[in-house]
């Protein structure tokens, strides 16, 4: 029976990305009536930073030469290493059972929210591979990102996730689902650039349901 983990970043509750997101989740659960879904929105219930005592298990982890994630566990030795574990093992274990991780992420200067990057320290360590977990990105931009934008260099959201994925989890074929100029919803100087975000936005809709029936 094929899992689906959903997570939210976005600080806003009525967001595009969590629009995206939930387009996808909606198609997948159609598509698989029997499968596994667990959601948590990890701005609402927020994970908590990395400590010392996720320092010392991780350095543990490297002087082990341990890439086995089942056995971790096991090289937990001090009440600060079990207390950051007593962290780690139930994210960890949410996100090893799934076979599809669906993130909906916005934008947050140039990069991506804090709570989702405190979601990725405590999962992540040394050596590591979720392969062939299949990892979807919903994504929402202020301006254009986009490969050939004016200010495509600025892009460290979706430049750093693919790249965190392909690196830490061996996981080269992460899919990103984006709209853009979202800003022109708000913004008056970007008025001008309404329809572009209306085109975008359509787009990824439509993207983001299709490829939940396809995953």
């Not at 509750?13 to 959601?39: C, K, T, V």
């Not at 392969?131 to 600025?154: C, D, E, I, L, Q």
Request: proline residues 6%; hydrophobic residues 45%; charged residues 20%.
């Amino acid at each position: 029976m094929p899992t689906l983990l959903h997570l939210d970043a976005s600080a806003r509750r009525a967001s595009i990305s969590r629009e995206l997101s939930a387009a996808f989740a909606e198609s997948w659960r159609a598509a698989h009536p029997a499968g596994g879904y667990d959601y948590r929105d990890l701005a609402a219930d927020p994970i908590p930073f990395i400590g010392e005592g996720w320092t010392e298990l991780c350095d543990r982890v490297l002087a082990h030469g341990s890439t086995d994630l089942d056995h971790l566990a096991h090289l937990v030795d001090s009440p600060a290493q079990a207390a950051a574990w007593a962290v780690v093992e139930p994210l960890l274990a949410q996100v090893c059972a799934a076979d599809v991780v669906l993130i909906g992420a916005p934008m947050y200067n140039y990069s991506i929210p804090a709570a989702l990057k405190a979601w990725l320290d405590q999962i992540t360590f040394p050596r590591m591979s979720l392969a062939p977990t299949r990892f979807v990105v919903a994504t929402a931009r202020g301006g254009a990102y986009s490969p050939g934008a004016p200010k495509a260099a600025f892009d460290y959201q979706e430049r750093y996730l693919r790249d965190f994925f392909a690196g830490h989890f061996a996981v080269e074929d992460t899919v990103f689902v984006t709209a853009e100029w979202a800003n022109a919803r708000q913004d008056p100087h970007l008025a001008q650039a309404r329809g572009k975000h209306d085109a975008s936005y359509a787009a990824a809709l439509d993207t983001a349901r299709r490829l939940g029936k396809e995953y």
